[in-house]
Every structure is written in structure tokens, then in C-alpha cells.
């Protein structure tokens, strides 16, 4: 098997520009949540959506065994939000502003969309997993927002080709 240099692994997969999100949850009444670029579209029908955690994430087993989670997609102007929820063992929700959806999941004030879910499946990949969520809700918050991105370990925000 070739072996791959993890610096050349991650400056190859940093050519791949995303958007940003936070995969926030809620377990015994207690808010948690991470930000993450690894979230898809999965399947339509019926409607699924994946993440990939890292199995050192500490809040994603406090999402998983509440049995849901919430994408919330991040706008330019939340890279802020995006640096508090990259972090580990802080609070993270005392200083924003949130509502439960319908899992019960935080939906972040100022976010461009979310993708509340159920926990579908989980799949073994590595040094993470493969979570797969069923959509339970989801709405565009702000349409005309610019999302936030992320591409060569720097973020940036779109801009449309003439
Ligand atoms: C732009 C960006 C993308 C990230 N993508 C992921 C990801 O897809 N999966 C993941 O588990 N962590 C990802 N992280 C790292 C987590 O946000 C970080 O490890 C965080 O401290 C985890 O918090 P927790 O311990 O509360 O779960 C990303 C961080 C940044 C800044």
C-alpha cells in the first residue's frame, strides 16, 4: 500500500474549498455543538445528509446519544461563531442567541439555513465516523446571505463569475 505524508494529505484535500457548519445538539436539556466543513447532501428520497465527526470530537457523542443533530450553515459574517465552536470544552451557547428546533437542537440566530435531523446511521471511517441524518426540518433563514468558506485553512466568502 502507498503510504500518503498527512502534510501533503491535508494541502491536497485544502484545495477543496467548503462551506462551514455548526452541527449543534441537545442532550438532557444541556446544549452542545461543533464546527464542521465535512457536511453533504446525501439522498433526496428518502432525505438524508452526512457529517463526519472526529472520534475526538467531545460534543458529537452528546449529539449522537440524544438521537439528532442540526446543521446550521454558517453566513460570511459568522466566522467568530465559527472560531467559538472550533474549540473544545468551552461553553459555547451562553454568549449567543438560539432556539430549539424540532429535535430540540439549537438553530443559531444569523445562520443562512439548517438541516434539523434524526440520526439515522453511524459508520466506522478511520480516525472519524460517517454520520447520516433523516431530515426532520429545514429552511432558508436568509437568502440573500453570503455564506462563509473555507479553502487552503483560510475563510472567505463567495463571489459569483460574471
Ligand atoms: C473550518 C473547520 C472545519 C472543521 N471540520 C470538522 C469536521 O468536519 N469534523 C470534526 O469532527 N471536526 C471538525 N473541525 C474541528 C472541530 O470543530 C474542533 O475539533 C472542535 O474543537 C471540536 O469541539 P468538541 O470537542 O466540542 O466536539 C473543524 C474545524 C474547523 C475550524
Known sequence: MTSIDPRQFRTTLGQF??????????????????????????????????LCPA???SSWPKLRDSGS?????????QKPVCD????????KFSSLAWRPGVTGSPILDGVVAYIDCDLEAEHDAGDHTIAVGRVRDMAVLDETAAPLLFFRGTYGQFGALA
Do not use: H, Y
Request: with cysteine.
Open 69 to 77: 443533530f442540526c446543521i446550521n450553515i454558517l453566513a460570511a459574517n
Open 55 to 57: 472520534r475526538t470530537s
Open 17 to 50: 474549498c467548503s462551506g462551514v457548519v455548526i452541527a449543534t445538539g441537545s442532550l438532557a436539556g444541556v446544549p452542545a455543538g461543533f464546527a464542521a466543513q465535512s457536511f453533504t447532501s446525501l439522498s433526496l428520497d428518502p432525505p438524508l445528509i452526512a
Open 84 to 91: 467559538l465552536f472550533a474549540k473544545s470544552g468551552v461553553d
